[in-house]
Structures are given as structure tokens and as C-alpha cells.
């Protein structure tokens, strides 16, 4: 089993960043960064994943180029580093992390073993 704690959201203005932080009790293979906001679905923001060959990460569309995943394998700890965030960008953010090669191989994947509490991000105009 591992657990996954969240840290770093908060409320910030248009423009401002924010990075999350996700502490693992242990190593793990992937994590990933969901959103969920109010009456939307839970929309993939990111994949870190970390194999023999180098360390790899997908972005979403809506993201790319304002959010970067980095990871200290050290601490066991990967970080959603935010910037220009956006009012859309509004949502409770969710950490999670497998693993199975066969899961973190997906960059698309939503079917993660673990997965952190969550943390709310809010952006206002």
C-alpha cells in the first residue's frame, strides 16, 4: 500500500503560480495529476513516469507550457509546478501513482492504484 499526501494549493490571482507537492510512503513507478471542478469531470492534467530508459511526462493540451512535473526521488516526492494560472484552472487537484509498467506506460491512463487526498486550487480574475 502506499499513501500519497498532497501539499501547495491555495488561492492565487490570474497570473500568479502555485506548485503542488505529492509525498509518496514509498517509491512508485508514475503519478499522475488530475483536476476535477464543480459539475465537470475529472480531466488529466499529467503524467511523470520514471522507467530504466529516463523519465518521461505527458501534458495535457490545456496545460502545456504553464505546467511542469518534476520529481525528487530522494524524498519520494513529484511536484505540479503551476504558472499563469488561469480561472479555468480552477479545481481540486489529485495526485496519484502506480506500480504497474503496464498502467504508467498509458500516458492517458486514469486506472492508478493510489491516490492522494486532493488539494484546492483557486484562481480568481
Known amino acids: 500500500q502506499v499513501h500519497l499526501v498532497e501539499s501547495g494549493g491555495g488561492s492565487v490571482q490570474a497570473g500568479e503560480s502555485l506548485r503542488l507537492s505529492c509525498s509518496a510512503s514509498s517509491n512508485t513507478m508514475c503519478m499522475g495529476w488530475f483536476r476535477q471542478a464543480p459539475g465537470k469531470e475529472r480531466e488529466l492534467v499529467g503524467r511523470?513516469?520514471?522507467?530504466?530508459?529516463?523519465?518521461?511526462?505527458y501534458y495535457a493540451d490545456s496545460v502545456k507550457g504553464r505546467f511542469t512535473m518534476s520529481q525528487d526521488n530522494a524524498k519520494n516526492t513529484r511536484y505540479l509546478q503551476m504558472n499563469s494560472l488561469k480561472p479555468e484552472d480552477t479545481a481540486m487537484y489529485y495526485c496519484a501513482a502506480d506500480l504497474r509498467r503496464s498502467v504508467c506506460a498509458d500516458p492517458r491512463t486514469s486506472d492508478y492504484n493510489y491516490w492522494g487526498q486532493g488539494t484546492q486550487v483557486t484562481v480568481s480574475s
Open positions: 511523470i513516469y520514471s522507467y530504466t530508459g529516463g523519465t518521461v511526462t
